[in-house]
């Protein structure tokens, strides 16, 4: 694993007289073992950057490299790129209310084939969900369902862990497991971890902190305290 790279990327919408720029010469690099925040006010490309982070969205300019993979390439290797090395998790944990909590963990391995995944079960339990893996989510806490969609995220040995508002639905407590949970597994697993938030509690939490204001990407602060 070479953890998440940016090099100079750029992105706008639309086109014509009617862009925005979402992202301008944004560099980032998380290594290995790294977990980072990136902050800044509604609309200042926080999104566009997990989207373009992800393969989810191409960039008009600019390098891409997860796990040392350039992301450049055809549409079908960002696909399994993004299949296999790389982990999301979102606010909303995006559970699928039929589910059980180990067979949505076990939802990425059935998209493709995964040549090396964790065990479900154990990992339920490595994220303090144990005995309720038969549980659909509507029978489990808002801090359990943020650990399933956790373990989901993890289930693929990701490279790279992007993490958008992972505490806006949290309390004060649960937020602060939920954060040393993703510190944990992202130096014992040797993830890149991006963690965009507007949660200052989560900060303490992270090795560096990044502002994004424009599109532009401020140099990385080491968090202190
Ligand atoms: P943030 O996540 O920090 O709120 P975004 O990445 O969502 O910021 O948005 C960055 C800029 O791009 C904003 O000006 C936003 O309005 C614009 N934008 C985002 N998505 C689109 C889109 N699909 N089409 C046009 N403009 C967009
Ligand atoms: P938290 O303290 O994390 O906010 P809750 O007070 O919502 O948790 O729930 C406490 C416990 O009750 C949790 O362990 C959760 O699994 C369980 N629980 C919550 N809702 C249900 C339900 N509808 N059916 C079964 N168990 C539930």
Do not use: W
């Amino acid at each position: 694993s070479e953890g998440l790279l940016l090099e100079r990327v750029s992105l706008r919408y639309g086109d014509g007289e009617e862009t925005t720029v979402a992202l301008e010469e944004v560099s980032l690099r998380v290594e290995p073992g790294e977990i980072i925040a990136v902050v800044g006010p509604s609309g200042a490309g926080k999104s566009s950057l997990l989207a373009v982070a992800g393969g989810l969205t191409v960039p008009d300019s600019g390098r891409v490299l997860v796990g040392g993979v350039d992301l450049a390439g055809r549409e079908r290797d960002r696909a399994r790129v993004r299949r296999e090395r790389i982990g999301y998790v979102f606010q909303s944990n995006n559970l699928i209310p039929s589910l059980t909590a180990v067979d949505q963990v076990r939802l990425p391995l059935t998209f493709g084939r995964v040549t090396d995944p964790r065990d479900p079960r154990e990992l339920l339990a490595a994220v303090g969900v144990e005995h309720k893996e038969d549980r659909r989510p509507h029978q489990l806490s808002g801090g359990e369902r943020q650990r399933v969609g956790i373990a989901r995220a993890l289930v693929t040995r990701p490279d790279v862990l992007l993490v958008d508002e992972p505490t806006a639905a949290l309390d004060r407590q649960r937020s602060h497991e939920v954060l040393e949970l993703l510190a944990r597994e992202t130096r014992e697993r040797r993830m890149a971890t991006v963690v965009v938030t507007h949660d200052h509690d989560v900060l303490r939490h992270c090795d560096r902190v990044f502002e994004m204001v424009d599109g532009r990407l401020t140099a990385g602060e080491p968090v202190t305290a």
